[in-house]
């Protein structure tokens, strides 16, 4: 079935670059996902990539993806404490529409000041 | 406010017991997703609807059950709840796949 794993925990000093890796299963993922979910809060789309792109970069964010080891990555640059978080990894699992997310158990990012 | 609203944020109940727990999307979205998130299990995927009819069932227990009205709400109702039900319950929305706008969430504790 469908798995994408993700590291725990991550921990950084503030205004170093951060990098929260993700492996998936399913290589018919036509979307991938990172999603950023703050304390008492739901989680909130940060940035996606088309299966069809190495890359990403948007701001501060750039989105890495090796398609042929099926690992995908989040880089964030210049952290800030307003960066710690909980970064969730999301694969679309069947090249159809609406077909819902798998979601990695998710990534805590500390930033440290 | 994301736009999807979720009540009520806190419940507090006794095993045995049964609640519905409450989701309106944002406006013009179709497609409503129910998500389980808990400590040890992560994020785990109920159940989908789209415009009224059920689309995708996930890890689901046969004592929970959920709809989707015709203005687009949606409840999520669970029945005979332990203890192992305690969560965090969001619901999210979505008008293109994999875009999702997520509520802030219901906290459950049974006890």
């Known amino acids: 079935g469908e798995d994408v794993e993700q590291s725990l925990f991550l921990s950084v000093r503030e205004g170093d670059s951060s990098v929260i890796n993700c492996t998936y299963t399913d290589s018919s993922s036509t979307y991938l996902y990172w999603y950023k979910q703050e304390p008492g809060a739901g989680l909130q789309l940060l940035t996606y990539?088309?299966?069809?792109?190495d890359m990403k970069q948007d701001q501060r964010l750039t989105v890495l993806l090796n398609k042929k080891d099926k690992h995908l990555s989040l880089r964030i640059a210049d952290t800030q404490t307003g960066d710690s978080a909980i970064y969730f990894c999301a694969e679309s699992p069947l090249n159809s529409g609406n077909t819902p997310l798998v979601f990695g158990k998710g990534t805590r990012l500390s930033v440290i000041a | 406010d994301s736009g999807v609203t979720q009540t009520p944020k806190h419940l507090i109940t006794a095993t045995g017991q049964r609640v519905t727990l409450r989701c309106s999307p944002r406006s013009g979205d179709l497609s409503v997703y129910w998500y389980q998130q808990s400590l040890d299990q992560g994020l785990q995927f109920l159940i989908q609807y789209y415009n009224g009819e059920e689309r995708a069932k996930g890890n689901i227990l046969e004592r929970f059950s959920a709809q989707q009205f015709p203005d687009l709400h949606s409840e999520l109702n669970l029945s005979s709840l332990e203890l192992g039900d305690s969560a965090l319950y969001f619901c999210?929305?979505?008008?293109?796949?994999?875009?999702?706008?997520f509520g802030s969430g219901t906290r459950l504790t049974v006890v």
């Open positions: 990539i088309f299966s069809n792109m």
């Open positions: 999210a929305s979505s008008v293109e796949n994999g875009r999702y706008t």
